[in-house]
Structures are given as structure tokens and as C-alpha cells.
């Protein structure tokens, strides 16, 4: 945009000196009015720009203001439950086997929020560019075949069939081993999720130009049309019914994981279902 109105503006002078200037005019006279139309221009220009930064500053403070509200609103659930439960216990409510119940209950509520905010702190970190990861080779054959294998069982408990579909050759890639796993287990979790019983989640990868390309595909209810990409935003829900559990910044770490490594990664209409895909850089 700032290109089209630098453009705008050099038009606007050329048109201006060519047309504008009558024949009998001086020299002093064409330099006034010379000076006059690169005014106008100018705060023409200045005008533009204005607008702009305040366009960017209002999108930055909205964002702010959706970030805080979501966290606001992760954080808020698990310490409402909290403060029941302690206070149930502290008030000799809850006695017995109920006690132990909610004890229970106390330590799934607060291993959420340390999930939250250990999740805050990667997405932080990773996009202000604080990476210390060793890279090497990588043969995503075997990682994806030992994630498949770990994620079976939840599978098989919503039941989901999990099933990788590799090639007979080695599919190697210049990353790091642990996060490209945490990519994978956070796009084959979001696809059992939502892939209703006796449907299927599979995992593809395929040497692809200039890279690897890795695929996750469920059976699902597919991604409304224009959300292909603020799925991967951190806190966004959008449609409930393909919103993820808890703070929903699963696919925000993905995404910014696998650009962090060079690669990209979007979804795709699975017709059904949806197809997520990201690439990382050759070994």
C-alpha cells in the first residue's frame, strides 16, 4: 500500500507540471506553482500514511485486547474450579473418598494451567526468534511411525483407526527431531478430536520439490471456508465445533515451529475431512 500511494503521489506531480502550466507563465511563477502542487502532494502523502500506522495500531491493539481476553478466559475456568474445590476441603465438605475426588480434580485443573503457560512462554520464545535447537538429519519415516504408534491407543479410544501411509525409501529432513514430533502430535491430536468413531486420522510424508511435505488427514468436519489460516492464530476458536480443547495454541506452536525450521504449513479441504500439511528443508 505505501508503494501504490509513493506511485500515487509521483503521478500526481508529473500530471500536475505537464497540464497545469499555462504557456504564458515565468519562471517564477511555474516554480510557485511547482511548489505548491509538491504541497499538496506531500500532505497528501503525509495524509496516507497517517491513516495507515493508525489502521496498523488499532489491528495491534485489537489483537492485544482478543490475546488478553483469551487468556483471561483459560485462566479464569481452572481457578473458578479451584477455589470451589479448596474451599469444599477447607470447609470440611468434602470428606472421605469425595475429598480425594477433588483432589484429583485440583491436580488435573492445575496441570492445565501449567500447560497454558508453558505453551505462552514456547509460543513467546519461538516467535521472538529465542531458538537454540539442534538441527540434523532427520528420518521422518521412523519419528512418524513412533509418534503413530504413541497416539494409537487415544485413537483407538475415540474410535478413531491411526494409520501411517510412508513411502519404501528414506524421507529425510534438515530439523530438529523433538519439535517436529511435538508438531505431529499436535496435529494427529486435533485430528482424533475431531474424526467421529469408526472414521480415520492418517499420516503421510512425501519428498517434495525443494523439501519434505508431511500430511495429516482426518475424516472430520472440515474447516469453514476462510479459516483455512486463523486456525493456526493463537486463542482461535472460530467454528466451536472445530475449536481446540483448552487454550487452543496447539496449531499456533505448530506453525510457528515449522516456520522456525524454513517450512510452512496450512490446511486443506479433505472433501471430507481436512488435510494439514507442512514442509521442512531437505537434509
Known amino acids: ?58 489491528k495491534i491493539e485489537d489483537a492485544r485486547r482478543q490475546m488478553v481476553a483469551a487468556v483471561s478466559h483459560d485462566l479464569r475456568t481452572p481457578l473458578a474450579s479451584l477455589r470451589l474445590l479448596v474451599e469444599a476441603i477447607d470447609d470440611g465438605v468434602a470428606t472421605g473418598e469425595t475429598r480425594e475426588r477433588y483432589l484429583s480434580e485440583m491436580r488435573t485443573h492445575v496441570e492445565a494451567l501449567t500447560t497454558l503457560i508453558d505453551d505462552l512462554f514456547e509460543l513467546s520464545r519461538i516467535e521472538a526468534g529465542e531458538i537454540a535447537w539442534t538441527m540434523g538429519q532427520v528420518e521422518l519415516r521412523e519419528l512418524i511411525g513412533d509418534t503413530v504408534a504413541a497416539m494409537r491407543a487415544p485413537a483407538e479410544a475415540h474410535g478413531v483407526v491411526l494409520a501411517a501411509d510412508l513411502p519404501a525409501h528414506e524421507v529425510l529432513a534438515r530439523a530438529n527431531a523433538e519439535k517436529v514430533q511435538r508438531v505431529l502430535f499436535n496435529l494427529i491430536q486435533n485430528a482424533i478430536r475431531h474424526t467421529p468413531a469408526d472414521g480415520s486420522v492418517t499420516v503421510r510424508a512425501r519428498s517434495a520439490a525443494g523439501g519434505v511435505e508431511i500430511e495429516v488427514a482426518d475424516e472430520g468436519e472440515g474447516i469453514p471456508a476462510g479459516d483455512g489460516e486463523r486456525v493456526f492464530e493463537a486463542f482461535y476458536r472460530g467454528d466451536e465445533s472445530r475449536s481446540e480443547d483448552g487454550a487452543g495454541l496447539g496449531l499456533a506452536i505448530s506453525r510457528a515451529i515449522v516456520e522456525a525450521h524454513g517450512g510452512r504449513i496450512w490446511a486443506e479441504d479433505g472433501a471430507p475431512g481436512t488435510r494439514v500439511r507442512f514442509t521442512l528443508r531437505p537434509a
Do not use: N, Y
Open 1 to 58: 500500500m505505501k508503494r501504490a500511494a509513493l506511485i500515487g503521489v509521483a503521478a500526481f506531480l508529473a500530471g500536475a507540471t505537464a497540464v497545469a502550466v499555462p504557456h504564458w507563465m515565468g519562471i517564477e511563477q511555474v516554480i510557485l506553482v511547482a511548489l505548491s502542487v509538491s504541497g499538496v502532494a506531500l500532505a497528501t502523502a503525509l495524509a496516507v500514511r497517517l491513516a495507515m500506522e493508525e489502521r496498523s495500531r488499532r
